[in-house]
């Protein structure tokens, strides 16, 4: 008989804690919460604390707002973590799935109803990029941002590995499997971690084997990603990789990157300060000269090294990462 594991995703901030030293004195408080589009489509997203939320995260292509998790025990403010469209448990982008101004239609939605007057955007990966289309479409949402390991400047070749990854097989026979292959592609990841994040990231099929929550390249227009949620609607565009710094395309699949040049006259156009946070093990997708011409286009830009971190900072990293925002932002 196929074992059957129960998934509770407010179970697990103990163990986050534990992992990284973090102080723990009971389960905190976080709800989840879906904003209307207005198109027959939601975006969900996790909030945390019962005050006006200070931060508002968003996560890389293929992950979901439990990323954040550890992050957010951290730094112990009222924060937004969204669930990108097609992610996690948001409905799918009206849009190509790595197109930042699309996605950045719908997340403006969200800031707007749930976090009007924080103080800062956080993106990692796709969502730092799609911070940057958010600043463009409404800047008044953006007072500061932070990207997480990604600029304008990533390529086919800079996210190669990741695709190879994102874009491997749709279902695993069983978790055992999906756990193997995520610990491969992720060296630098505590195994306990990776179980945590598979679980916020997977369902477990019927017939006992498991399936990402994210939508790929090959979900046609209007899909579920997962067999028995309701499939999205007005998904005029669903044909581009799951990811846009992880993206490499595929068959039938829209070259990516051509949408994210643009972006770097949006960081010019941006005037609040901008950190970039980089990782520095190969993982990273962010070179020398991407952080050379962030340097050199954004108006009051930071750059921050971890020396510790790859691509997933978030993951890597958690603590430190939490301590460059609140340094920042001046929490």
């Known amino acids: 008989m196929t074992e059957r594991i129960e998934y509770d995703e407010f179970s697990y901030f103990q163990d986050n804690a534990s992992e990284y030293g973090i102080p723990y004195d ?182 006992g084997s498991w399936m990402w929550r994210y939508r790929r390249f090959d979900d046609g227009p209007g899909s579920s990603p997962v067999p028995g949620e309701p499939a999205t609607t007005d998904a005029s565009e669903a044909t581009g990789t799951t990811d846009t710094s992880e993206a490499a395309g595929g068959p039938g699949a829209q070259e990516p990157f051509e949408r994210f040049g643009p972006l770097w006259d949006a960081l010019a156009a941006f005037d609040g300060p901008s950190l970039l946070v980089r990782g520095m093990r190969p993982q990273s997708v962010v070179a020398d000269e991407d952080e050379d011409r962030f340097l050199e286009l954004a108006a009051d830009p930071t750059v921050a090294r971890i020396d510790e971190a790859g691509h997933s900072v978030q993951g890597d990293t958690p603590v430190e990462l939490a301590e460059l925002i609140r340094e920042f932002v001046g929490l």
């Open 26 to 207: 009971g389960p905190p408080v976080v709800r989840r919460r879906g904003v209307d589009l207005g198109d027959g489509r939601s975006l969900s997203a996790l909030v945390w604390g019962d005050e006006p939320p200070r931060l508002v995260f968003l996560h890389g292509g293929a992950q979901n707002a439990h990323t954040w998790d550890t992050v957010a025990l951290a730094l112990g403010v009222p924060m937004v973590a969204i669930d990108l469209p097609g992610h996690g448990h948001s409905d799918g982008p009206a849009h190509a799935a790595t197109d930042p101004m699309g996605l950045a239609a719908d997340v403006v939605i969200a800031i707007r109803e749930l976090a009007p007057d924080a103080d800062a955007v956080v993106g990692m990966s796709l969502g730092g990029l799609t911070t940057i289309a958010v600043s463009h479409l409404a800047p008044e949402l953006v007072r500061s941002m932070v990207l997480v390991d990604v600029t304008p400047g990533v390529n086919r070749e800079k996210g190669k590995a990741i695709a190879a990854f994102v874009n491997g097989p749709k279902t695993f026979p069983s978790f055992e499997e999906l756990l193997a292959r995520t610990i491969e592609h992720n060296p630098t990841r505590t195994e306990s971690s990776l179980r945590r994040g598979i679980l916020h990231n997977a369902v477990q099929l019927d017939d």
